[in-house]
């Protein structure tokens, strides 16, 4: 289940964002693709070895029967790891675009705020401030959300990148 970025505030967004190891998952997913060769090496092997048995009756026809029936659920394994890496691979790409790409701060903002801060005498510095902060927040979360509901694994129906 995806978390909802619509009551999330923008600080929690990017502690939440931070802790993804994209290189971790791309690991991960370069793990599942390397074993799903191998996994299919296997299911080949179990296709062809029952037929060097010497072995003739119904044990034999079972036997055989059995062997298939395992050989391909074997490849279906190693269809469903392979299937598991690429959208391992996908989600660890879409990890790295967001963060590299999401917003930290605005820099005229939070030019204003610490400048609102510092001058805390000036009778326009409490409006300032509370623009500033509001600016900061609305423009850091808004752009936060837009960036990690078009990661490239949503599946809600308002995402642009939905998978169809």
């Given at each position: 289940?995806s978390?909802?970025f619509?009551?999330m505030?923008?600080?929690?967004m990017?502690?939440w964002?931070d802790a993804?190891r994209?290189?971790?998952?791309q690991?991960?997913?370069d793990?599942?693709?390397s074993a799903?060769s191998?996994i299919?090496k296997i299911?080949e092997d179990?296709?062809?070895r029952?037929q060097?048995?010497e072995w003739?009756g119904?044990?034999?026809d079972?036997?055989r029967?059995?062997?298939?029936d395992l050989?391909n659920?074997?490849?279906r394994?190693?269809?469903y790891?392979e299937?598991?890496?690429?959208?391992?691979?996908?989600a660890?790409?879409a990890?790295?675009?967001?963060?590299s790409?999401i917003p930290r701060?605005?820099?005229?903002a939070q030019?204003?705020?610490e400048a609102?801060?510092?001058?805390?005498?000036?009778?326009?510095?409490s409006?300032?401030?509370r623009?500033?902060?509001e600016?900061?927040?609305?423009?850091g979360?808004?752009t936060?959300?837009?960036?990690?509901?078009r990661?490239?694994?949503?599946?809600?129906?308002?995402?642009?990148?939905?998978r169809?």
């Open positions: 289940m978390p909802t619509d009551n505030s923008h600080e929690r990017l502690e964002l993804a994209s290189g971790e998952i690991g991960a997913a793990r599942l693709l799903a191998e299919r299911a179990l296709k062809v029952p060097w048995v003739k119904q044990g034999a079972a036997f029967t059995w062997s298939a050989a659920a074997t490849l394994l190693a269809d790891s299937g598991a890496s690429k959208w391992l691979g996908e660890s790409n990890i790295a675009s967001v963060q790409s701060t605005e820099a005229g030019a204003n705020l609102a801060l510092a001058a805390r005498n000036d009778p326009d510095a409006d300032v401030a623009k500033s902060a600016t900061l927040i609305e423009s979360r808004g936060a959300k837009r960036r990690l509901r990661c490239g694994g949503c599946r809600r129906r308002t995402c642009s990148r939905r169809r």
